[in-house]
């Protein structure tokens, strides 16, 4: 049995500002392993993007892709995928104001129109765009995204017109994460600790901005980075340094946990 659980988010906390994993962070994270705590990534991106980070970091367990997708030491314990026609259904609606959707699945992801923004989306991210707007028909997905600008002010219109079928997350000026409804940081970090009989461990979450709050409402402890934002700091136990400073290995020492 785990002493305790420590949920990190990625941005901005346990990456430094060139998206790196410094090698205090990394040690540090060696050192919560010897102690028998378990050290988890809590990101909205996807399994198959981070897996350098896991690998350099040392952290093989995961709460990934808004929470659908849940990993614990190198294995699949739980995902939630999409139906298909939600997805016929989105597809459809983002297409009346031509804003194209990414299909996300464990392994990878696809488009259904490479347009400026995809493609300059996905060139910050070093990513390699494909074209494939039937894939979904046969590959199972846990996420969405659809790249409708923050300035077209169209998130609370996608949040009301699809309730109770996908809960959206904007991680990105240039669209939004999709999810199926309910799911969540939190409720993956949930599921984790349910389904590996973790529900009386202490727990810890590092995170820096507004998509972090639902991870701060899964654990006992909630760590703000100095670099978070405001809502962040409020809803925190403790305020670390930023992530330039340090900011992981202080706030794991200033818990204890190493």
């Given at each position: 049995m785990y002493k305790a659980v420590v949920f990190f988010d990625l941005d901005g906390t346990l990456f430094d500002n060139d998206k790196n994993v410094t090698p205090a962070?990394?040690?540090?994270?060696?050192?919560?392993?010897a102690n028998n705590i378990l050290p988890v990534i809590a990101t909205g991106r996807s399994v198959f993007e981070i897996k350098d980070t896991m690998t350099h970091?040392?952290?093989?367990?995961?709460?990934?892709?808004?929470?659908?997708?849940?990993?614990?030491?190198?294995?699949?314990?739980?995902?939630?995928?999409?139906?298909?026609?939600?997805?016929d259904d989105i597809t459809e609606?983002?297409?009346?104001?031509?804003?194209?959707?990414?299909y996300y699945n464990p392994n990878g992801f696809v488009v259904n129109h490479a347009s400026r923004?995809?493609?300059?989306?996905?060139?910050?991210?070093?990513?390699?765009?494909?074209?494939?707007?039937g894939?979904?028909?046969t590959t199972p997905m846990n996420m969405l995204f659809v790249f409708t600008p923050e300035t077209d002010?169209?998130?609370?219109?996608?949040?009301?017109?699809?309730?109770?079928?996908?809960?959206?997350?904007?991680n990105n000026q240039r669209g939004?994460?999709?999810?199926?409804?309910?799911?969540?940081?939190?409720?993956?970090?949930?599921n984790l600790l349910v389904n590996n009989n973790l529900t009386d461990v202490p727990t810890y979450g590092f995170g820096d901005f507004y998509n972090d709050l639902p991870m701060f409402d899964a654990v006992d402890t909630p760590i703000a980075m100095?670099?978070?934002?405001?809502?962040?700091?409020?809803?925190?136990?403790?305020?670390?340094?930023?992530?330039?400073?340090?900011?992981?290995?202080?706030g794991l020492k200033h818990f204890n946990l190493i």
């Open positions: 962070s990394v040690a540090a994270i060696a050192q919560l392993k970091s040392g952290i093989n367990s995961c709460v990934c892709a808004d929470g659908s997708y849940i990993q614990v030491n190198g294995k699949m314990v739980h995902a939630d995928f999409l139906k298909k026609s939600d997805i609606y983002a297409a009346k104001k031509s804003y194209p959707v990414a923004l995809v493609r300059e989306n996905y060139n910050e991210l070093k990513e390699t765009v494909t074209v494939d707007p894939q979904y028909l002010k169209q998130d609370d219109i996608y949040r009301e017109h699809f309730k109770g079928t996908f809960s959206f997350y904007r939004l994460d999709v999810v199926k409804y309910g799911v969540s940081k939190k409720s993956g970090i949930d100095k670099n978070g934002v405001q809502a962040i700091k409020d809803k925190a136990a403790y305020v670390t340094t930023s992530n330039m400073d340090n900011g992981i290995v202080n």
